[in-house]
């Protein structure tokens, strides 16, 4: 499996930051044993809505301290949270999907 290329962004970076890089995904990682998931940043946002816990505006280091559930690898609990680029994203389909968000 290749691994999800991580997007540099800033400590203050937020979950509506998104927008900016089409495509990529909510990225969870246990800082222990590197063990990750990903996860659609709409749908992570849509719950965070529903929770009334954020939104847009919820800074994405903050959303790994709302991860409460164990690494299913090393059974800890110490998450770091990011957004990334999935393995195989071609330059052609960001740009597909820029379109897509812009219109």
């Not at 992570?44 to 954020?54: C, D």
């Not at 071609?90 to 597909?96: A, F, I, L």
């Amino acid at each position: 499996m290749t691994p999800m290329k991580r997007i540099p962004l800033g400590p203050e970076a937020s979950m509506g930051d998104f927008r900016r890089y089409p495509g990529c995904r909510f990225l969870i990682t246990c800082a222990l044993c590197s063990w990750s998931k990903d996860y659609n940043p709409e749908r992570v946002i849509a719950r965070l809505q529903e929770l009334r816990r954020g939104g847009h505006a919820t800074p994405i280091q903050r959303l790994a301290r709302y991860v409460a559930w164990n690494c299913p690898t090393c059974s800890h609990v110490k998450w770091r949270a990011e957004l990334a680029w999935p393995p195989g994203l071609t330059p052609g389909e960001v740009r597909r999907l820029t379109n897509v968000y812009r219109n």
